[in-house]
């Protein structure tokens, strides 16, 4: 495929490659590891071990840009991780490639870039140029949590005449802004956090709870262990399940209790599970899913489920609190709600954080400049769709495509 010509790169000594394999990926592990320990804005997000849980089986959906500088010694500067998708224009009769942050894949919290930070900009910059270099009709990164670098990112993008548009991200009804993230931060005790962050009510409310119920009451709450997860897990799908079923729908409610569950499996696959679960007698009724990242110091809360036949009022509450709890004495620094301003999570004492969410649109792609052959894979089984399903011209249209791709 022709490159633009007139495209030049951000720095002469700085080069993008494009890694895309398994076999590339779990060799570059050692680079990407010892840029996460110099990246500050490193999150559990970008690590290595994380993005493989990402990237395992799913073929054909994701690259890496790796930068590296030829002045020193070809080093790792910048790092970003990539979901490809798939898109049939029924306008112009072609496949064409979508292109988010990696790792979307497995649904992270949050998303960005990792980089040397006294070479953010040139690096950023490089992978800005690289990008528009790249064949994609639709760029986009939603959840992206580094401001500064998202900001400078962008100016990059426009630089090489890629229009950027930041955008909202509401949901039930717009009535919840899914772009902002309350989290509390966390003092060095239990007793100070409650005294400073919790109404007088609510304290009140917690130790009288504590005192009737987990105090010789019959209730406790255990955390699930490599021995207990799957059991505890499917405890707590099961009650997300019969909170949402009816809401959503059958088939959205599974597919999104599926989303949590891979989640939650990658935590325990990576060593950041949490995974508190309330019992009454013994016996479940409510779970909290969490991704902890040790080295930032944020417990990440993902998804609760509370056994929709429990009259127990105080379920949630028990469960975030115990959590708080438990994050101050693992020495952790903030407890994040993530996504949405739910107006429970402001009664725990958390305060806003913004994150956002850009996206960058060719209307109009030069021949070439809409399909990326990392997506063959998937275009082949776009075609076997088309052909089940008695869509033989748009077989025909994207075979013809496929063929001028590699002509």
């Known amino acids: 495929m022709k490159a633009d010509t007139r495209i030049t790169r951000a720095a002469p000594r700085l080069s993008t ?12 592990r050692p680079e990407w590891e010892a840029l996460e320990a110099r990246d500050p804005e490193a999150t559990v997000f970008l690590s290595w071990a994380w993005m493989n849980e990402a990237f395992r089986d799913r073929p054909y959906r994701w690259s890496v840009f790796v ?12 790092l970003l991780p990539l979901k490809y998708r798939l898109h049939w224009s029924v306008s112009r009769n ?33 992978l800005a140029a690289k990008l528009a270099r790249m064949p994609w009709v639709r760029f986009s990164m939603r959840y992206v949590a580094q401001a500064r670098r998202c900001r400078v990112f ?20 717009k009535t919840t802004d899914n772009l902002l993230c309350p989290q509390v931060e966390l003092p060095e005790s239990f007793e100070t956090y409650l005294a400073t962050q919790v109404s007088r009510s609510k304290r009140q409310r917690l130790r009288k709870d504590r005192r009737a119920h987990f105090e010789g009451g ?70 909290l899913g969490h991704v902890i990242d040790r080295e930032a ?40 709600f993530c996504h949405g301003n739910e107006d429970y999570k402001y009664g725990y004492g958390a305060e806003d954080s913004a994150v956002l969410y850009f996206e960058s649109r060719r209307r109009d792609p030069a021949p070439g400049f809409a399909f990326d052959a990392l997506s063959t894979g998937a275009a082949l089984e776009r075609i076997e769709g088309f052909l089940a399903e008695g869509k033989h011209e748009r077989a025909r249209a994207a075979c013809a495509q496929l063929a001028n791709l590699y002509s």
Request: glycine letters at 10%; aromatic letters at 10%; charged letters at 25%.
């Open 297 to 336: 110091g944020s417990a990440h809360f993902i998804v609760i489920g509370r056994d929709p036949e429990a009259e127990e009022s105080f379920i949630g509450s028990a469960l975030h609190f115990h959590s708080i709890e438990w994050a101050i004495s693992e020495g952790l620094i903030c407890y994040d």
């Open 94 to 126: 072609e496949l064409q490639t979508e292109i988010e942050a990696g790792g979307r894949l497995l649904f992270s919290e949050y998303t960005g870039f990792l980089c040397q930070p006294e070479q953010e900009a040139e690096a950023l910059a490089e």
């Open 17 to 28: 490659e494009v890694v895309d394999s398994p076999a590339e990926f779990a060799a570059l």
């Open 154 to 173: 962008t100016e990059a993008l426009e630089a090489q005449g890629l229009p950027v548009r930041f955008r909202d991200y509401r949901i039930n009804g």
């Open 218 to 287: 019959g209730y406790s709450i255990t955390h699930a262990d490599a021995e207990s997860f799957e059991t505890d897990l499917a405890a707590l799908t099961r009650f997300w399940l019969a909170a949402w079923t009816e809401s959503k729908g059958a088939e959205v409610a599974e597919r999104v209790a599926s989303n949590y569950a891979a989640v939650l499996r990658a935590a325990q696959a990576t060593g950041t599970l949490f995974l508190p679960v309330l019992r009454r007698g013994g016996e479940p009724i409510g779970a």
């Open 67 to 78: 930068v590296r500088d030829g002045g020193d010694g070809d080093r790792v500067i910048a």
